[in-house]
């Protein structure tokens, strides 16, 4: 039983599964948000992705174990109650980090194609070849885990300068409103001058026409006695 490839490969789920269980326990020391938080907790769902992947590949290795190497009904039974409960810790981990929407991709987007073209080429593997094709897996998904994580700082920089943005024609329109209700108040202070100064002046106004009309009937009879003496 030792050197069974199923019991290998659940063995090191089940290692896989102690290591998330723990990372998992380490969040409660780390800030509730920040860089490191957010480093943490990707890391710890990669591992949920790998570990499912584990799980899926043992089920498809674990349905055709029977025409592979001789094994009893019990013996089946066994394996399988232990892939049962390791797959329930699985996802109760993943829902405590906030991954349920995986768990229930199928339910939402329906069955995923890929996931069915892998478990038929995995099914004509033996062992050896499973364990290998398992490993390829989980490089490409580490590899769209990382593509994903550059996409998510990029998106959150873009996010943080349109914030700044904001911020900055917020303050802008702010000062602009300050500046044109100082001079709406200007404006209504000098119609409020004008109107005092034109009640005061209109009882004056005709003989002030007149005077001025006077001045200029003076200045024009000064100019032609000027001109023609």
Request: glycine content about 4%.
């Amino acid at each position: 039983m030792a050197s069974d490839p199923w019991l290998r490969e659940f063995n090191e789920a089940s290692k896989l599964s102690e290591e998330v269980k723990g990372m998992i326990s380490a969040r409660s020391s780390l800030p509730p948000s920040g860089p490191e938080t957010q480093r943490h907790l990707s890391a710890a769902r990669r591992k949920i992705t790998i570990l499912r992947t584990k799980l899926e590949t043992l089920q498809s290795l674990l349905s055709t174990l029977p025409s592979k190497q001789p094994i009893t009904g019990k013996e089946m039974n066994r394996r399988q109650d232990l892939l049962t409960n390791l797959s329930s810790k699985t996802n109760q981990m993943a829902t405590s980090l906030n991954m349920s929407g995986f768990a229930n991709r199928d339910s939402l987007l329906g069955p995923d194609k890929k996931s069915e073209e892998v478990m038929n080429k995995a099914s004509a593997l033996d062992n050896q070849g499973l364990v290998g094709f398992q490993r390829q897996i989980i490089k490409e998904q580490d590899e769209d885990f990382e593509k994903l994580e550059e996409t998510v700082i990029s998106t959150k920089h873009i996010a943080l300068a349109v914030n700044e943005e904001l911020g900055l024609q917020t303050r802008l329109l702010d000062s602009m409103d300050q500046h044109v209700d100082s001079t709406n108040s200007r404006l209504q202070m000098v119609q409020k001058r004008l109107a005092i100064l034109n009640k005061r002046t209109k009882g004056g106004c005709s003989c002030m026409i007149l005077l001025i009309l006077a001045f200029v009937a003076l200045i024009v009879v000064a100019w032609l006695l000027v001109k023609y003496l």
